[in-house]
């Protein structure tokens, strides 16, 4: 089976400071990585993914995330927070050859200016 | 990515009704995906549609509360069959594109169902 752990229900982080959302994962076997932000009365927007290759990962709106395979980490973080990324973040997991999609609970981020 | 759109965007129903929820994409996809996401929680698969077979269902779901139809591959529909308040979710479909070396899910903006 395969999981997904999101130890923070929020994360608190003032304008300009950089921040880290957790998630660690458990799989069975190769995973990838995904990660989807949703806005309020908004569905879930792709951000990133780590399939192989570089364990840093860059994606929309200035988020990288970074693949740790020893910590089976792969947290995301962007360099200087803005106030518009304020949000509802997933982590996800699956196998590879897999199509389903295993997804956290979610971090909400607060930003404030 | 994908264009997805849904119908409708939310709606408020009696208990006992069934609502269906329409799914569109831009563009020709194989997979297609039912999400719910209950209030304050994560995303649960309820189950996979590809054209032209039976939908598979994921444990706890079953066909008779939650058909599907997937009647080409742009268009698929969720229903909701004699609706509890238990079931006052956000659903959400997603399509599976090919990117960057393995396929990705883009999701639709949601059907938010509150059920009286």
């Known amino acids: 089976a395969q999981s997904v752990a999101q130890p923070e229900d929020q994360v608190n982080v003032a304008e300009g400071n950089p921040l880290t959302v957790k998630c660690t994962y458990s799989v069975s076997g190769n995973p990838y990585l995904f990660w989807y932000v949703q806005y309020p009365n908004r569905g879930l927007q792709f951000l990133l993914k780590?399939?192989?290759?570089?364990?840093l990962v860059k994606g929309s709106y200035g988020f990288e995330a970074e693949f740790n395979k020893s910590q089976t980490s792969f947290h995301l973080k962007k360099p200087s927070a803005l106030v518009s990324d304020s949000a509802l973040y997933f982590c996800a997991v699956r196998l590879s050859g897999y199509s389903t999609l295993t997804f956290g609970k979610g971090t909400m981020l607060l930003v404030s200016p | 990515s994908a264009v997805i759109s849904q119908k409708p965007s939310r709606d408020i129903c009696q208990r006992g009704t069934s609502l269906t929820i329409q799914c569109q994409v831009d563009s020709q996809v194989t997979m297609m995906f039912w999400y719910r996401q209950q209030p304050g929680q994560s995303l649960t698969l309820i189950a996979t549609?590809?054209?032209?077979?039976?939908?598979?269902?994921e444990s706890g779901f079953v066909i008779d509360k939650f058909p599907i139809s997937r009647p080409n591959l742009t268009f698929s529909t969720l229903t909701v069959s004699n609706m509890s308040p238990e079931d006052s979710s956000i659903y959400l479909c997603?399509?599976?594109?090919?990117?960057?070396?393995?396929?990705?899910?883009?999701f639709g903006p949601g059907t938010r169902l509150t059920v009286l």
């Open positions: 549609a590809n054209q032209g077979s039976e939908a598979t269902y």
């Open positions: 780590y399939i192989t290759g570089d364990n």
């Open positions: 997603s399509v599976e594109r090919a990117s960057g070396g393995a396929d990705t899910q883009y």
